[in-house]
């Protein structure tokens, strides 16, 4: 739910009509629950490469900001992106950390993620000195990477 009572949904296809469904991504959507009217949509762009490169059929999602923009989830693909009400990609980013025991390619899925402002991190008054070094795991699969 945001603020102003509309819903922010990921939705990834897989239930959409019609069926069989036509070759399609996924799309994040504000809609008013009070109208049932879509507000607001971002379905990856107004070609259909793009509109299908935008796909994820689980564990993806989208945080509207306070800022007014959208901080959306591709958990498939490791790729968390920021866009305007303009529907305008701001900053994009693909987890470089993979796990390479899921088959031939590298697995970057990423579950969940949630930007933070400064202002909403109870941030320590003093960091620690010296500061921590990179965890044994992400050292390990750091040595892993072929590439």
């Known amino acids: 739910m945001l603020e102003n009572g509309n819903i922010l949904v990921f939705d990834n296809g897989l239930n959409r009509n019609p069926k069989p469904r036509p070759v399609q991504g996924s799309r994040v959507l504000e809609i008013?629950?009070?109208s049932n009217e879509l507000i607001w949509e971002f379905n990856g762009g107004d070609k259909?490469?793009?509109?299908?490169?935008?796909?994820?059929d689980i564990i993806s999602g989208a945080q509207r900001l306070s800022n007014g923009n959208t901080l959306i989830i591709n958990g498939l693909q490791g790729h968390l992106f920021e866009v305007n009400p303009a529907k305008k990609i701001l900053w994009d980013m693909i987890n470089p950390y993979a796990v390479y025991t899921t088959g031939p390619w590298p697995n970057n899925i990423?579950?969940?993620?949630?930007?933070?402002?400064?202002?909403?991190?109870?941030?320590p008054e003093k960091l620690p000195v010296p500061l921590p070094k990179v965890s044994l795991f992400c050292s390990k699969m750091r040595a892993q990477r072929a590439w």
């Open 32 to 34: 008013d629950p009070r």
């Open 48 to 56: 259909g490469t793009e509109k299908a490169r935008f796909k994820s």
């Open 110 to 123: 990423i579950f969940k993620a949630r930007r933070y402002g400064a202002d909403e991190i109870n941030w």
